[in-house]
């Protein structure tokens, strides 16, 4: 499917209350235009369960279900086997969850999903921290970033953890069906993805990078330029993993990592240092990843 084949208008409504520039809405938006109205939605508390799921003023046409912040994977299991005793194995179960709500109070009930391998499509719309309730650290918080938790002053200059990997903890479950992840601003492996999920059935979990105006510190225009430059320069990967293979889907350049942080203020007070251990972090990664699709690839022969 490319591009110009989607519908203008899927099931996510306009008119929602998200930010200007707010690419956790742009994620919302295209998702359900390829994922379409046989589809049941649960968001757990976050940006988008604010913007999008208060109730009486809901953007989802399709069912919408409103759940604990800890137990998005947990609700979507249940409503899939709900669906399952009715014969009803055709409907899309699909959940869109913060990072922190993913990597940290939701990573127990994901776990659990993915070892059984639940038949759910679960969307992990990763803006690096808790956005919604005061911009605080996550488990998918950047080494090095502001937030309203981590100082900025003295030796310690932002936050001190790296991220998280969870696409690579759901793949050594060695039972999910699909894990990949995504970005926007590459559109058509975007719509690819999406459209594999779809017509997939088991466990599947997409990530997708997902710039905050506010939370990353920059102005309401610039979330497609910055994804685009974070995929380029390797700090966001495009990968996917299915049937026991991983293939990456783009190679980085390795290039333009300081100037894509020096867009962001939440890196405003970053060392020289700092960008060193971040460069070799992105190394780092890349070489795992590549590794994994090397040892994927070869075991099928």
């Given at each position: 499917m490319r591009l110009e084949d989607l519908p203008n208008k899927g099931a996510y409504t306009s008119g929602d209350r998200a930010c200007a520039g707010c690419m956790a809405a742009n994620v919302a938006i295209n998702v359900m235009r390829i994922l379409g109205k046989n589809t049941i939605v649960s968001v757990p508390p976050s940006c988008m369960s604010v913007f999008a799921g208060t109730f009486p003023e809901l953007?989802?046409?399709?069912?919408?279900f409103h759940m604990q912040f800890a137990n998005?994977?947990?609700?979507?299991?249940?409503i899939s086997r709900?669906?399952?005793?009715?014969?009803?194995e055709n409907v899309v179960v699909v959940g869109f969850g913060g990072d922190g709500g993913t990597a940290d109070m939701g990573l127990q009930a994901l776990s659990g999903a993915a070892h059984r391998n639940?038949?759910?499509?679960?969307?992990?719309?990763?803006?690096e921290a808790y956005m919604n309730t005061g911009i605080q650290a996550s488990g998918s918080s950047p080494y090095g970033s502001w937030s309203s938790t981590t100082p900025t002053k003295g030796k310690l200059r932002g936050n001190e953890y790296f991220p998280k990997d969870i696409p690579r903890i759901l793949i050594a479950h060695d039972s999910p069906t699909y894990v990949a992840t995504a970005s926007t601003a590459h559109i058509q492996d975007f719509i690819k993805k999406i459209q594999k999920a779809k017509n997939l059935r088991g466990f599947r979990y997409i990530e997708i990078l997902c710039v905050c105006n506010p939370g990353w510190r920059v102005p309401s225009d610039i979330g497609p330029q910055l994804m685009q430059e974070a995929v380029d320069c390797g700090y966001w990967l495009l990968f996917e993993y299915e049937?026991?293979?991983?293939?990456?889907?783009?190679?980085?350049?390795?290039?333009?990592?300081r100037e894509f942080l020096s867009k962001q203020d939440r890196?405003?007070?970053?060392?020289?240092?700092?960008?060193?251990?971040?460069?070799?972090?992105i190394q780092r990664r890349w070489n795992n990843i590549k590794s994994l699709e090397h040892l994927t690839t070869n075991s099928e022969n």
């Open positions: 953007n989802w046409d399709v069912p919408y998005l994977a947990s609700t979507l299991t249940g709900a669906l399952k005793t009715q014969g009803k639940e038949n759910i499509l679960y969307i992990c719309y990763s803006n049937k026991g293979k991983l293939t990456i889907n783009k190679k980085p350049k390795f290039t333009g990592l890196f405003m007070h970053i060392t020289e240092a700092q960008i060193e251990e971040l460069e070799n972090y």
